[in-house]
C-alpha cells in the first residue's frame, strides 16, 4: 500500500433488501454506485480515521468540501469516475482512500489552467 495509508477492516452491514454493504463515513457521499470515489461533504483534517468501503483508513491529506477521495485503488490512465460517467484521467497511481484532485488526475474535457480563467478577463 502506497504512501503510509492505514487501514483495518470494520465489517459488512447485511441489509435484507440489498444484501451486504460496505459501510462509509457519513462524511463522504457515494454519487453511483460505478463511481471509483467517494466526495467529501464536510472538512476533514489530515490525520483523521475515516470509514470507507467497510475500512478504517487514515486520511493522509485534508479533504475540502466536494473534494475526492479514491473508493479503491485506481491505476495511472485509469478513467476516474463520478455520478457514473468519466470526469477525467489519473496521471499516477491512485491508492485506496488518496486524494483526489488537480495533483493527481487530468480532465479529458478542458485544461486545468483553464479553471482559473475568470469570465471576460483576458490573460
Known sequence: MAL????????DVNLSCMGKVKMNDNRFVLLN???????????????????????VVTLEAEINVGHKVARRDISKAEK????????????????????????????????????DRKVGVAK
Open 4 to 11: 503510509g495509508l492505514t487501514r483495518r477492516p470494520v465489517g
Open 33 to 55: 454506485d460505478k463511481d471509483n470515489i467517494l466526495v467529501c461533504c464536510s472538512h476533514i483534517l489530515a490525520g483523521e480515521n475515516v470509514s470507507l468501503e467497510g475500512e
Open 80 to 115: 476516474i469516475i463520478r455520478y457514473g460517467a468519466p470526469i477525467g484521467s489519473a496521471t499516477v497511481d491512485i491508492s485506496f482512500g488518496q486524494h483526489v484532485h488537480l495533483h493527481n488526475m487530468k480532465s479529458d474535457y478542458i485544461p486545468s489552467h483553464t479553471r
